[in-house]
């Protein structure tokens, strides 16, 4: 536990703090966002792939009360009843088929009294985000074809409007539409089939795909299991180096203190004592002996037969 006392410095608490914040969010937060997605997309298109092959119900078998059950959503369905005249709402902000648009409600009288929304389709702005004049439902009882959707809800702050002399929201949500035109709406609508009584530019039905969702959350949720393992990693990797450092400052200081014993412990060579002057032997010469006069007989004799001596 001494070796990693390095791990309650504020830095590295910092680290650790936000490593395990990140990882929280990906398994609480991010990755159940995504992964929700896609079980919504998938629940949707398996609505509307059973829709497409379903028998066309009246209205009134999906909507008894004042909404729908969520598993009758995208159903077909015929709606009778009259279109309420100048009653058109803009929803804005919309983009259909990659370019800005703006969709149209209009509340429908059904023949039983009760008036639900209908999304009539959509027009393209003028002069970048300008809406257009919009053609007039008839006025006439009429009998539409369509499909039944929950209302979408509405975002914080994002209340219905008057702009440009037109009623303007940015969602379909019947509770607060119905508020802001005073009228009692069912908290549902009608999005209409193509070539219906009072239709505008169709809105086409959404691809039947999982989209990228599925994959989205499995990242979150690799990247929530791979962050504190980075954080590990790091751990590990300044521990080994402080281990290294510490083993290269241990020899250093080994080094340091062989030089300062050697250093107080005198030479034995200063210490001892003077070596005696080596002896060297020469092999002497026996001295010549003196040379003696050689009186004048020794010096016939030497004459004739050579020095004997």
């Known amino acids: 536990m001494r070796r990693l006392k390095f791990l309650l410095r504020p830095g590295w608490l910092v680290l650790a703090a936000v490593v395990g914040l990140f990882a929280y969010l990906c398994f609480t937060v991010l990755a159940p966002w995504q992964l929700g997605k896609n079980t919504k997309t998938e629940h949707r298109n398996d609505l509307i792939s059973n829709s497409i092959n379903a028998e066309t119900v009246p209205i009134g078998d999906v909507i008894a009360d004042s909404t729908i059950a969520p598993d009758d959503e995208w159903r077909n369905i015929t709606a009778a009843g009259t279109y309420l005249p100048d009653a058109d709402i803009l929803v804005r902000l919309q983009s259909i088929e990659g370019a800005p648009s703006y969709e149209i409600l209009t509340p429908f009288l059904l023949d039983d009294g009760r008036t639900i929304l209908v999304n009539r389709g959509y027009v393209r702005p003028i002069n970048g985000a300008e809406a257009p004049p919009i053609a007039a439902p008839p006025t006439e009882p009429v009998t539409l074809n369509g499909r039944v959707r929950l209302s979408e809800g509405t975002a914080p702050g994002r209340v219905p409007m008057f702009e ?73 990797a300044e521990w080994r180096e402080r281990r290294k450092e510490k083993a290269a400052q241990a020899a250093v200081d080994g080094f340091a203190a062989d030089d300062a014993a050697t250093e107080k412990t005198p030479d034995a060579a200063a210490t001892a004592p003077p070596a005696e002057p080596a002896r060297t032997f020469s092999r002497r010469k026996k001295p010549e002996p003196e040379s003696v006069p050689l009186t004048a007989q020794e010096a016939k004799l030497a004459d004739r037969y050579g020095n004997t001596r």
């Open 164 to 236: 440009d002399g037109a009623k303007q929201v940015y969602s379909i949500d019947a509770r607060p539409i119905g508020e802001f035109i005073g009228t009692d709406l069912i908290d549902a609508y009608i999005q209409l089939e193509p070539d219906q009584p009072g239709g505008l530019g169709t809105i086409p039905l959404p691809q039947l795909d999982a989209g990228p969702y599925l994959s989205y959350g499995f990242q979150w949720l690799a990247f929530g299991i791979m962050a504190p393992l980075g954080l590990a990693y790091f751990i590990r």
